[in-house]
């Protein structure tokens, strides 16, 4: 295998970062060059505040990150980039329209009545297979749409699609993050176009489709000399949950998977959609993977629930350690429990108030102290993960016999013991920068250094990656 090192822009929820993977000896090197926050922000939009990310502020970092990380190189084979998924900017004329919108923003609600007036919910899914939930793109366009602010674009695209024409100047849609959108055929992998004008959504909105792995071109002229050479871009899993499926230590076919961080993304991979009415019912997705597969799962809140906790917590002038606040949690006997998919757990505010309404109605003990809160999150955490597990596999009829909790859920000892225990199952937890791994590995075959299929991919990660094993106890 050649050695050498590429850089990934792995943008998330709450943090960014640009991180070099050295690739050598069948095995990678990961190391956070330049770490981001990434604080969204409201502003007046003349009859309300609306939610928005802070893009620019986020493509001023990744600049300065990717110039610190070619300084420590000395050469980097590739660029990519992955973010959360279906939120997107408008552009007219290659221009950038406004801040994207957050999909916390609560115009997704308003947008997903307007389309479900104009197809049902199970009509969409026949055609993208993607479960409900008001976040994804087809009901923030919807928005746009009877706002007037699609009519004014001529172009949209996806984060890691506007990062990378920032990058270089082309327009792709690479597939994975496409497939979040809920416009993507699921069958063709192409988009669904007469759902598209169903919607009233004009078809050149929408780029071209890319694989992950794909050569999109070189840096900008500017670009490559304020980061100081010319370095190729390239397409992955632009989704991050795509990345970090490519990036698990696993070995063979039966594990499912739980890519926690923001977001807990919980389910199975498989070689074909999983298209039943049962799937359906029970909100089960299928977004697109690297290399063809699909990613047959579910959307949980995953760590949102804590940290928006203890933003409240923060605000209300307390201080917290959340290193303290976890193991005190873990002392505890036991813990509430509510659904961690309540829909009203969703939009940023008060979490504790509406955790403790969600217990109450639950007719569980209301939580009192931050360490009871973190408690009941986790343990309701779990048993939302071990039900995903086991509904992924009677659902996809896959055996799963192992359970891997990837991103920054996976340094939480708490949630992993008890997602074991709940499951019944083994947990293997790691890599935390899992999302990185399969964003630096697929740009890194697509640069000819590693080679071969995702197989062999994640035998790298498990090679490169420490992990920790968490055995189900049985009481
Ligand atoms: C996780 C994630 C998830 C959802 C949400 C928007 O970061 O990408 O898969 O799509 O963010």
């Known amino acids: 295998m050649r050695s050498g090192s590429v850089a990934a822009i792995d943008l998330g929820a709450t943090s960014g970062r640009v991180v070099v993977g050295r690739v050598a000896d069948a095995a990678v090197r990961l190391q956070i060059v330049q770490r981001f926050e990434n604080n969204p922000v409201r502003h007046w939009e003349g009859t309300t505040e609306a939610l928005h990310w802070n893009l620019l502020e986020q493509y001023r970092s990744i600049r300065i990150g990717l110039r610190a990380a070619l300084r420590q190189e000395g050469e980097l084979h590739s660029i990519a980039v992955d973010s959360w998924g279906v939120d997107y900017g408008l552009l007219r004329d290659g221009a950038l329209l406004g801040n994207p919108y957050h999909y916390r923003d609560e115009r997704t609600a308003r947008g997903m009545r307007a389309t479900h007036e104009l197809i049902s919910p199970e009509a969409l899914y026949a055609v993208s297979g993607l479960q409900v939930i008001p976040i994804n793109s087809l009901y923030q366009l919807a928005d746009d749409r009877l706002a007037g602010r699609l009519a004014a674009g001529d172009c949209a695209l996806l984060i890691p699609d506007l990062i990378t024409y920032w990058l270089t100047g082309r327009l792709v849609a690479e597939r994975t993050n496409a497939s979040t959108t809920g416009l993507l055929d699921v069958r063709t992998r192409e988009w669904a176009t007469d759902l598209l004008e169903r919607l009233s959504l004009p078809r050149d909105l929408f780029p071209e489709l890319v694989e992950a792995g794909t050569p999109v071109g070189a840096l900008l002229p500017g670009l490559a000399e304020e980061i100081g050479a010319q370095i190729p871009v390239h397409t992955v899993g632009s989704h991050d949950t795509a990345s970090a499926v490519v990036g698990l230590p696993a070995v063979g076919d039966d594990f499912a998977y ?73 002392a505890l006997p036991g813990g509430a429990h509510f659904d961690a998919n309540d829909p009203r757990l969703l939009a940023p505010g008060d979490m504790p108030a509406r955790i403790a309404q969600c217990c109450a109605e639950a007719g569980q003990p209301v939580p009192q102290t ?69 964003n630096v590995l697929v740009q890194a075959r697509a640069t000819g250094l590693p080679s071969g299929s995702l197989d062999s991919l994640r035998a790298i990660v498990a090679a490169s990656a420490p992990t920790r094993r968490f055995e189900p106890r049985t009481h």
């Open 258 to 330: 739980v890519s926690c961080g923001t977001w807990a993304l919980v389910g199975v991979e498989t070689e074909h959609p999983v298209l039943t009415d049962a799937g359906r019912r029970e909100n089960f997705t299928n977004e697109g993977g690297v290399d063809g597969r699909t990613r047959y799962l579910k959307n949980i809140m995953g760590l949102w629930l804590q940290s928006e906790s203890i933003r409240t917590w923060e605000h209300a002038g307390r201080q917290i350690d959340l290193t303290a606040l976890l193991a005190e949690a873990a």
């Open 370 to 438: 931050p360490a009871q809160f973190v408690r009941a999150i986790n343990e309701s955490l779990a048993d939302a993960f071990a039900a995903a597990v086991h509904a992924a596999a009677a659902l996809s009829g896959k055996e799963v016999r192992v359970v891997h909790i990837a991103g920054g859920g996976s340094q939480n000892a708490l949630l992993c013991q008890l997602a074991a225990d709940r499951l019944g199952l083994p947990v293997i937890a790691g890599p935390v920068e899992a999302t990185a791994m399969g």
